[in-house]
C-alpha cells in the first residue's frame, strides 16, 4: 500500500488567499520528495521538490516545507489564482528507483 | 528537448480483451521509465518501473505486464481484460540512474473496460 498521503482530499479557498496543503509520510527512510500538480485528464507536473537534508525550499509563489521528526511535508501557494485549482499529490523516493505518491487533494480557487 | 508520447489516448475495451499500451521517449538515452495507473479519484499506483532494456521490476501483482524491447520504449499488456483494470494509466520518464528524481508524465491513456 501506499506510505504516503495526504491530510485532507479537498481544499476550497478564495482567489487571493494563501493555500496550505499537508502530506504525512510513514517512511523515516525516504530521501527525497516532490510535490506535484495534475490538472484533469492530463499527467501530473512538477511543481517542487525537497531533499531531507533541508526542511525549506521555495520556488516562485510555491514553498515546500519539510518536518522530518514528524514526518510531514506541506506545499503553500501564495496568493492563490483559478489557475492553480488541480488535484496535488506528494510523492516520496523510498526504494531509490521509483516515487511512491499519495492520494491527493483537490484545491478548488474561487474567484 | 525530451518528449514523452503516449497512445492511445482513450481506449474502451470489453472484459477478456487484451491490451497494449505504448509510450515512447524522445530526446534522453536510457531513461528510467515507468508505468502508474490512477483509478477515479484516487492517487497514482506504481505498477511496473524498468532500469534498462529487458529490465522490468513489477510493483503489484496482477493481470498486466510490461515490456521494454527497445531503451526509449515502455508497453503495458494484458492478455485479457478485467473490470478492475479501468483507469486513467501514465507513463513517465527520469533521467536519473540511481533514484527517481523528478518524473515527466505522458498525457495519460485512459482505459475503460465494459
Known amino acids: 500500500g501506499e506510505s504516503v498521503g495526504l491530510h485532507l482530499p479537498t481544499l476550497s479557498v478564495q482567489e487571493g488567499d494563501n493555500s496550505i496543503i499537508n502530506c504525512a509520510y510513514s517512511?523515516?527512510?525516504?530521501?527525497?520528495f516532490i510535490w506535484y500538480k495534475q490538472e484533469s485528464g492530463k499527467g501530473p507536473q512538477f511543481i517542487i521538490d525537497i531533499r531531507s537534508n533541508m526542511d525549506k525550499r521555495q520556488g516562485q509563489r510555491v514553498t515546500v516545507l519539510l518536518n522530518k521528526t514528524v514526518k510531514h511535508l506541506s506545499l503553500q501557494i501564495a496568493a492563490t489564482q483559478p489557475g492553480d485549482s488541480a488535484v496535488y499529490f506528494c510523492?516520496?523516493?523510498?526504494?531509490?528507483?521509483?516515487?511512491?505518491f499519495g492520494k491527493g487533494t483537490t484545491l478548488s480557487v474561487s474567484s | 528537448s525530451q518528449t514523452i508520447h503516449q497512445w492511445p489516448a482513450t481506449l474502451v475495451q470489453p472484459v477478456g480483451s487484451p491490451l497494449s499500451l505504448e509510450c515512447t521517449v524522445e530526446?534522453?538515452?536510457?531513461?528510467?521509465l515507468y508505468w502508474y495507473r490512477q483509478a477515479a479519484g484516487r492517487g497514482l499506483q506504481l505498477l511496473f518501473y524498468s532500469v534498462g532494456i529487458g529490465q522490468i521490476s513489477s510493483e503489484v501483482p496482477q493481470n498486466l505486464s510490461a515490456s521494454r524491447p527497445q531503451d526509449r520504449q515502455f508497453i503495458l499488456s494484458s492478455k485479457k481484460l478485467l473490470l478492475s483494470d479501468s483507469g486513467f494509466y501514465l507513463c513517465a520518464w527520469s533521467a536519473s540512474p540511481y533514484f527517481a528524481g523528478e518524473l515527466f508524465f505522458g498525457e495519460g491513456s485512459r482505459l475503460t473496460v465494459l
Open positions: 517512511n523515516s527512510a525516504s530521501d527525497y
Open positions: 530526446g534522453t538515452s536510457n531513461p528510467n
Open positions: 510523492a516520496e523516493n523510498i526504494r531509490g528507483t521509483a516515487l511512491i
